[in-house]
Nanobody, 123 residues
């Protein structure tokens, strides 16, 4: 069984910064790509940033130059550093990871999601 737990959300003023963390735990052999998504009220869940196992990164145009995704493979953790935050960044942020985990007979790869953490940008 695998769990992803996010932390670091909160209320911040426009122009401020937050750092989100997402730690994976459980029966983990390997973690492949990791990503952050966000979902604002009444809107679909959108991809924010991705990072491969080799630390190649990709970002949504709306966050390029302001957000940085990184990972600590030794701690099975992915981070999202968010700078120069704007009110439109307000959303629930979710992490996702593709993980090789122990199955009943053999290991298998599956996608896992965290429970989400609220980020509110408001003055």
């Amino acid at each position: 069984q695998v769990q992803l737990v996010e932390s670091g959300g909160g209320l911040v003023r426009p122009g401020g910064s937050l750092r989100l963390s997402c730690a994976a735990s459980g029966s983990i052999f390997s973690i492949y790509a990791m990503a952050w998504y966000r979902q604002a009220p009444g809107k679909q869940r959108d991809l924010v940033a991705t990072i491969t196992s080799g630390s190649s990164t990709n970002y949504a145009d709306s966050v390029k130059g302001r957000f940085t995704i990184s990972r600590d493979n030794a701690k099975n953790t992915v981070f999202l550093q968010m700078n120069t935050l704007k009110p439109e960044d307000t959303a629930v942020y979710y992490c996702k990871a593709e993980i090789l985990t122990q199955g009943t007979v053999i290991p298998y790869r599956a996608q896992y999601w965290g429970q989400g953490t609220q980020v509110t940008v408001s003055s």
